[in-house]
């Protein structure tokens, strides 16, 4: 077996890697976020907020799990997608697997700030000296950094994305349409997480939810298609010198 067909091999292997972790991660979030959080989180509460978490302590909990499930997921995604397009842009392919690293960095992080929501709700000896109005108060900002953890995040995944849908428009591994969709849905939304941070009420002008939706729907549309087409090793996509 020649070192083309070995590569071929070796990324169509990755290819059905990559949709198998685009769908999953997709049904981890959606599971931690509608089936978990929208559940326990009072809007504007923090007393009943923090009354449903210690109520449902373990489902909480498993809320964190989903947060780090969610990071090794990416973390495997990563290297798939490093072996599909290593052989298009070595140095492009680095550059989206940094920005996801980053990215699912911060899933850690707000799994570390989930788990001082719990501290400071529990039983510790030093919990004493605050009554119960501020510790509740104080998770409440807890729980709020885990979650502005993600739009720090946010341009990271939509450069990734940006990036791969560049190198998948250039391969032709995929439908030129829909890596075109790719890099339009993901440039959007590095626009909009942007604009988030710098000027907080963006979002009363864009709703939140529509800054990575294009992104979500392209990555869905993308993991489908892999996983039941893989990818086509007839593009032409040529090794660039990088990678020689």
Known sequence: MNSTSTLNESQGKAARVTGFTLLFGMAIVVFANYGISFRLIVPGNAVETARNIMAHETLFRANIACNLIYMLNVLVLISSLYVILKPVDQNLVLVATFSRLIYALMWGFSALKMLGVLRLLGNDVYLPVFNTDQLQALARMNLGSSYDAYYVGLPFWGLASAVCSY???????????????????????????FAFLVFPHYAAVVNASWFDVPMVIFELTLGLWLLIKGFSPSGSAVPNAATN
């Open 167 to 193: 190198l998948w428009f250039k391969s032709r591994y995929i439908p030129k349409g829909l890596a075109a969709f790719g890099i339009i849905s993901s440039v959007w939304c590095v626009f909009c997480a």
